[in-house]
């Protein structure tokens, strides 16, 4: 069926430099896309959302990108810390449909 | 304020037993949502109350599963003759109200044995 998919397990950054996570989705129909953090042993934490009417939206030190010609979702996090490894995923939304729909997630270490 | 809180943490159970899995939505908040993570997985939904009213069931995946929101605040997610399938971490989360952002409890481990 249609889901959300990330094209990279893993990633790592050495600290102060900017991370690109990626995302891409399949279903043309969602029109709400969400950045989620997820620290070990613990619930997801929300980072920044979207809506298909938007391309771009920045929040503190991070922006994501939504390129809905490709269906592809990109969360930026700039000049990276320490506290920012965790793993992060893209989830959407379908209007009418109020569950979310994950991806499987992107681990992202910061090298000190 | 406090956020969403779930419990008990952790739980094992003996394959065959059945589990009851508490969620404490954030106060005021009209919509609960259960997710099931399985490790190295993203969260995937189960069940969606707006209030006390049970909107959605369509990703519990068996009728082994049952939740109930009673009184359109804490809610109990049930899971009967437990198998090693079910273990998993299970995720509630709480909004005001539709199109608002979803706040995440810190999930009950589940181990069955």
């Known amino acids: 069926g249609e889901s959300v998919g990330l094209h990279l397990p893993t990633l790592s950054v050495q600290e102060g430099d900017n991370s690109i996570i990626n995302c891409a989705y399949s279903n043309s129909a969602s029109d709400y896309f969400i950045w989620y953090k997820q620290e070990s042993g613990k619930g997801p934490q929300f980072i920044i959302d979207?809506?298909?009417?938007?391309d771009k939206r920045q929040g503190q030190r991070v922006t994501v990108l939504l390129n809905k010609t490709v269906k592809h979702l990109s969360l930026q996090i700039a000049a990276t810390q320490p506290g920012d490894s965790a793993v992060y995923f893209c989830a959407e939304k379908m209007g009418g449909n109020e569950k979310l729909t994950f991806g499987t997630g992107t681990r992202l270490t910061i090298i000190p | 304020g406090a956020g969403v809180s779930q419990s008990p943490r952790y739980k094992v159970a003996k394959r065959g037993q059945d589990v009851a899995l508490r969620c404490d939505p954030i106060s005021g908040h009209v919509s609960l949502f259960w997710y099931q993570q399985a490790l190295g997985q993203g969260p995937e939904f189960l069940t969606y109350?707006?209030?006390?009213?049970?909107?959605?069931k369509s990703g519990l995946p068996s009728d082994r599963f049952f939740a109930e929101r009673p009184e359109g605040s804490v809610s109990t997610l049930k899971i009967q003759r437990t198998q090693q399938e079910d273990s998993a971490v299970y995720l509630c989360?709480?909004?005001?109200?539709?199109?608002?952002?979803?706040?995440f409890g810190p999930g009950t481990r589940l181990t069955v044995l």
């Open positions: 109350f707006q209030n006390e009213a049970q909107l959605d």
């Open positions: 979207i809506r298909s009417n938007m």
């Open positions: 989360a709480s909004r005001v109200d539709r199109d608002t952002e979803q706040f």
